[in-house]
């Protein structure tokens, strides 16, 4: 059997907020757009060619709208892995994507911590290769 994550939901005040820095700074594509009722959309984004998708989910009530820039507890809680670290550093930086550090060459890769507009952590991580198993 074949499992594959398809989606993760993150929480975001505002669709067109979140489409704007997804899409719009970081240049992920805009899978899907959909009106689910006057409230609610169905929107997908991705980088380009990933198999797994974030679904942008409008905050609905208190509950949510305390979740949001805080869904991993403050730690870092997603990673874009780029083939070409310093193309995409400078691209981000240029689109004014705010980074908390600046980069590290680590043993396991060149990385830099950024953050979306609302406080969520991201690793941009050129990971080395990976060891054979």
Known sequence: MTQTIA?????????????????????FELLEDTKR?????????????????????????????????????????????????????AAMKRAGVTFKEEPRHEPYGSVAVFSDPWGNLWDLIEPKAYPAR
């Open 7 to 27: 989606l993760i939901t993150l929480v975001v005040p505002d669709y067109d907020a979140g489409i704007d820095f997804y899409v719009g700074k970081l240049g």
């Open 37 to 89: 009722s006057e409230t609610k959309r169905w929107v997908r984004v991705a980088p380009k060619g990933a198999q797994t998708a974030i679904l942008l989910a409008k905050a609905d009530g208190p509950k949510q709208e305390a979740a949001i820039g805080n869904q991993t507890g403050g730690r870092v809680g997603f990673f874009l892995n780029t083939d070409n670290f310093d193309r995409d550093y």
